[in-house]
């Protein structure tokens, strides 16, 4: 099954302590990014990636870094969290093959930074 | 700059009612026009798309958007609602004119809400 996943679903963390959301795709997309979804505000991308070692950041990349060593995995990490990066975060990946990028989400991961 | 504006943050419809759920873009050329569901504790499904062709796109789950050029909408509808259709819905749109070619700009959502 196609399918984008993303561990943990749920994280409950203390300021300043490292953590890392990890998201895998198996679909063999050139494209992944991640986004978090904050009420009122939609979805807002935090770092993207167009394949394998080839990253940039997106419009809320503050706080946050990004790897893509391989190219179905793009981990997010949060090196120093703080109260206001407590959102549901989003990886997604698409295919630049069918011109639209539709893009394919996982179920979320719920971040609370305390 | 390019965005997507949904005007509703509630619609609320009784079952068995048609239902519209408003989106309005704004970009330079032609747009590629997206609608996602996203249900409780679950991730964006995606439910159709405008890129060419027909103003009237068709969907998933009998969901149907008509693209409207002149006013700039891309309205997601069906024609009777069910109570399984309660959702969060996001209308967005692609940045075309970007070298993050797969960057999807978000609406901030509207909350439909089908009564029984």
């Known amino acids: 099954e196609a399918q984008v996943t993303q561990n943990p679903r749920y994280l409950i963390t203390v300021t300043g302590k490292k953590l890392t959301v990890t998201c895998s795709q198996n679909m063999n997309h050139e494209y992944m990014s991640w986004y978090r979804q904050d009420p009122g505000l939609g979805l807002r991308q935090i770092y993207y990636s167009m394949n394998v070692e080839v990253t940039d950041k997106g419009d809320v990349p503050e706080g946050y870094k990004v790897s893509r060593k391989e190219k179905r995995n793009f981990p997010l990490i949060l090196e120093s969290p703080s109260p206001n990066q407590t959102s549901l975060y989003f990886c997604?990946?698409?295919?630049?093959?069918?011109?639209?990028?539709?893009?394919?989400f996982g179920p979320g991961t719920r971040l609370t930074v305390t | 700059a390019q965005s997507v504006a949904q005007p509703e943050d509630q619609v609320n419809v009784a079952e068995g009612n048609p239902l519209t759920v408003k989106c309005t873009y704004s970009?330079?050329?032609?747009?590629?026009l997206f609608w996602y569901v996203q249900y409780p504790n679950r991730g964006l499904q995606f439910l159709l798309k405008?890129?060419?062709?027909?103003?009237l796109v068709k969907g998933s789950y009998g969901f149907e958007a008509e693209f409207n050029k002149s006013q700039t909408s891309f309205h997601l509808k069906k024609p009777s609602a069910l109570v399984s259709d309660s959702a969060l819905y996001f209308c967005a749109v692609r940045d075309l004119h970007s070298s993050n070619t797969g960057k999807l700009i978000f609406g901030q959502g509207t909350t439909l809400q089908v009564k029984p």
């Open positions: 405008y890129i060419t062709g027909d103003n």
């Open positions: 970009v330079s050329g032609n747009p590629y």
């Open positions: 997604a990946s698409s295919s630049k093959a069918f011109g639209s990028y539709e893009q394919y």
